[in-house]
């Protein structure tokens, strides 16, 4: 399991690849190509995607924002979009894609918010969340600002901008 950050020439084929999550969760997303591929680029500018990849073959992925805290001065890195595909969904995709994220936010000096994924593995990942120090409040997990080292044989996170 691989963990990097999308290239510029890959967008379309992660837009096929989200395609799936907008259908399982339509109100969320509007189902198409161009606006999906639009909020990619988006993405690719403002922030950053995270490609988790199977023998060099994309099963997941993950987009990142920096965002103000409305309540407060400061800001946190959030995700809009974390999907992985239901064929990987036991190959530990999701979990490589939040350690990958929290490496980052920690590099940012920023606590991460990350959105609680949907169907049978929820209480798994919830569990997860809560061993790695997270906390879940509604639709939503914590992270606190903190630096995480991984060790050299997992994969590294690419900058966000």
């Known amino acids: 399991m691989i963990v990097r950050p999308a290239r510029l020439e890959e967008l379309e084929q992660l837009a096929a690849?989200?395609?799936?999550?907008?259908?399982?969760m339509p109100a969320l997303f509007a189902a198409t190509l161009p606006r999906s591929l639009e909020h990619l680029r988006d993405a690719y500018r403002r922030g950053v995607i995270l490609v988790?990849?199977?023998k060099g073959r994309a099963v997941g992925a993950m987009i990142l924002f920096?965002?103000?805290v409305q309540w407060g001065d400061g800001e946190f890195l959030a995700d809009s979009v974390t999907y992985v595909q239901p064929a990987a969904r036991a190959s530990g995709?999701?979990?490589?894609?939040?350690?990958?994220?929290?490496?980052g936010a920690g590099r940012l000096g920023l606590p991460l918010m990350l959105g609680r994924l949907s169907g049978p593995e929820n209480g798994?990942?919830?569990r997860w969340y809560r061993m790695q120090g997270g906390v879940t409040v509604g639709a939503r997990c914590f992270f606190p600002?903190?630096?995480?080292?991984?060790?050299?044989?997992?994969?590294?996170?690419?900058?966000?901008?």
């Not at 999701?94 to 490496?103: G, N, S």
């Not at 600002?145 to 901008?161: F, K, R, V, W």
């Open 93 to 103: 995709a999701a979990v490589a894609l939040v350690k990958a994220a929290r490496v």
């Open 145 to 161: 600002c903190q630096t995480i080292n991984l060790p050299s044989n997992e994969s590294a996170y690419g900058g966000l901008h």
């Open 66 to 68: 920096r965002q103000r």
């Open 17 to 24: 690849l989200l395609m799936p999550a907008q259908l399982e």
């Open 124 to 126: 798994v990942l919830d």
């Open 52 to 54: 988790a990849t199977v």
